[in-house]
C-alpha cells in the first residue's frame, strides 16, 4: 500500500511538473507576436466558459485502440489535463463528465437509451451556460494502420470554423507538421455537435489504429501536449467567439 501510494504521489508529481513545463510553451504561443492583438481582445473579454466534452463514457466506451485502451479512457486523461491548465490560467472551465461512470435514470433500460440520456444532458449542460465554448475530444480510427495525426471539426455555429481552423494549425504544425490536414465540418448525425448553439469543435486527437499514435496518446507528456494546444487555441481565438455565442 505504501509503496502504491509512493508511486501514485511520484506520478502526480511529475504530471506537475510537466504541466508547468508546457505552461512555458503556452506563454511562448499566446504572447508571441503573431497573437499579440488577440491576446488583448481576450483581457477585455474573459466571460467566456471552455465546456470540456470527453467523447464518450458509461457504457459507451467509443473505440478500442490497438493496444486494448478504451477511447472513453484516454479522451478523459486528456480532458482532465485541459481542465487543470484551464484552472492554472484562471479560465472557467467545465466538464460534462468527470469520471468513466455515468448516473443514469432507472428508465434508462438499454444501451441507446443510455446513450441518448447521456448526449441529451450534455447538451442541456452547454447550452445551459452563458458564453459557451466546447472543445469535445475523441480518438480517431480507421481501417488502415498508416493513418494518423489530428483531426478537428466545427459546428454548424458562428465562430466553429475560424476556431477549428486555429486549433488544426496548432496541433498539425507542433505534432505532425508533415500532415496537411484541413478542418472540416462535423455530420449532422453527431447529436451534440448539431444541437448547440454556441462555438465548438470536435478534436480528433489522433488514430489510434496507429501504433504510434496510440503509444504517444497514452503517454503523460503527450496528452498535455494536446491539452496546451488546445487551451492555447482556445485563448486565442477569443475573438472569433464574439457574436458566436447564443442562449435559447
Given at each position: 500500500?505504501?509503496?502504491?501510494?509512493?508511486?501514485?504521489?511520484?506520478?502526480?508529481?511529475?504530471?506537475?511538473?510537466v504541466?508547468a513545463a508546457?505552461?512555458?510553451?503556452?506563454?511562448?504561443?499566446?504572447?508571441?507576436?503573431?497573437?499579440?492583438?488577440?491576446?488583448?481582445?481576450?483581457?477585455?473579454?474573459?466571460?467566456?466558459?471552455?465546456m470540456?466534452?470527453?467523447?464518450?463514457?458509461?457504457?459507451?466506451?467509443?473505440?478500442?485502440s490497438?493496444?486494448?485502451?478504451?477511447?472513453?479512457?484516454?479522451?478523459?486523461?486528456?480532458?482532465?489535463?485541459?481542465?487543470?491548465?484551464?484552472?492554472f490560467y484562471?479560465i472557467?472551465?467545465?466538464?460534462?463528465?468527470?469520471?468513466?461512470?455515468?448516473?443514469?435514470?432507472?428508465?434508462?433500460?438499454?444501451?441507446?437509451?443510455?446513450k441518448?440520456?447521456?448526449?441529451?444532458?450534455?447538451?442541456e449542460?452547454?447550452?445551459?451556460?452563458?458564453n459557451?465554448?466546447?472543445?469535445?475530444?475523441?480518438?480517431n480510427?480507421?481501417?488502415?494502420?498508416?493513418?494518423?495525426?489530428?483531426?478537428?471539426?466545427?459546428?454548424?455555429?458562428?465562430g466553429?470554423?475560424?476556431?477549428?481552423?486555429?486549433?488544426?494549425?496548432a496541433?498539425?504544425?507542433?505534432?505532425?507538421?508533415?500532415?496537411?490536414?484541413?478542418p472540416?465540418?462535423?455530420?449532422?448525425?453527431v447529436?451534440?455537435?448539431?444541437?448547440i448553439?454556441?462555438?465548438?469543435?470536435?478534436?480528433?486527437?489522433?488514430?489510434?489504429?496507429?501504433?504510434?499514435?496510440?503509444?504517444?496518446?497514452?503517454?503523460?507528456?503527450?496528452?498535455?501536449?494536446?491539452a496546451?494546444?488546445?487551451?492555447s487555441?482556445?485563448?486565442?481565438?477569443?475573438?472569433?467567439?464574439?457574436?458566436?455565442?447564443?442562449?435559447e
Amino acid at each position: 500500500m505504501v509503496i502504491s501510494l509512493n508511486r501514485r504521489k511520484f506520478r502526480l508529481i511529475a504530471i506537475l511538473l510537466v504541466l508547468a513545463a508546457i505552461a512555458a510553451i503556452i506563454c511562448y504561443i499566446t504572447f508571441s507576436k503573431r497573437h499579440t492583438a488577440t491576446m488583448n481582445v481576450y483581457e477585455r473579454n474573459s466571460n467566456y466558459t471552455l465546456m470540456i466534452d470527453a467523447g464518450h463514457g458509461g457504457v459507451d466506451g467509443g473505440a478500442t485502440s490497438v493496444t486494448g485502451i478504451t477511447e472513453s479512457v484516454t479522451n478523459l486523461e486528456i480532458a482532465k489535463k485541459l481542465e487543470m491548465l484551464a484552472i492554472f490560467y484562471g479560465i472557467p472551465a467545465i466538464m460534462t463528465r468527470e469520471s468513466e461512470d455515468i448516473d443514469y435514470p432507472s428508465d434508462a433500460n438499454s444501451i441507446r437509451a443510455k446513450k441518448v440520456y447521456d448526449t441529451k444532458t450534455r447538451v442541456e449542460t452547454i447550452n445551459n451556460i452563458e458564453n459557451a465554448v466546447v472543445i469535445s475530444i475523441h480518438q480517431n480510427i480507421y481501417d488502415s494502420e498508416g493513418v494518423s495525426g489530428p483531426q478537428v471539426l466545427y459546428a454548424n455555429t458562428s465562430g466553429s470554423e475560424k476556431f477549428a481552423q486555429v486549433v488544426q494549425t496548432a496541433l498539425t504544425q507542433t505534432l505532425q507538421p508533415s500532415k496537411t490536414r484541413a478542418p472540416v465540418q462535423v455530420s449532422e448525425s453527431v447529436y451534440l455537435m448539431s444541437h448547440i448553439n454556441c462555438p465548438a469543435v470536435l478534436v480528433e486527437c489522433g488514430f489510434i489504429s496507429n501504433h504510434q499514435d496510440d503509444e504517444l496518446l497514452q503517454s503523460d507528456s503527450y496528452q498535455v501536449k494536446i491539452a496546451a494546444l488546445l487551451l492555447s487555441s482556445f485563448i486565442n481565438s477569443q475573438e472569433t467567439f464574439s457574436g458566436g455565442v447564443t442562449n435559447e
